[in-house]
């Protein structure tokens, strides 16, 4: 985890982030995601909240799903 001006910034939970913007500037929603990735709705929740440690072959099918490289989804964590 990262310390942020006294906060504490959880990689998951940026990855998270990442995603749900993503997600929301398609217009979709999580349903939507879950459906063109093959990965359940309640996971895609769990995982845009920061709850899950995601695997890099769900990685690479959300960023498909998305449009986008998955580096991409990793961008913002550091």
Not at 22 to 45: F, M, P, V
Request: charged share 30%; proline share 3%.
């Amino acid at each position: 985890m990262l310390h942020l001006l006294g906060m504490i910034i959880n990689p998951k939970e940026l990855f998270g982030k990442k995603v749900r913007d993503l997600r929301k500037n398609a217009g979709w929603s999580q349903e939507d995601l879950a459906d063109s990735c093959g990965i359940n709705r309640t996971y895609i929740g769990a995982i845009e909240r920061g709850e899950r440690n995601i695997s890099l072959e769900n990685i690479v099918k959300i960023a498909h799903a998305l449009g986008v490289r998955p580096s991409d989804l990793l961008e913002d964590v550091s």
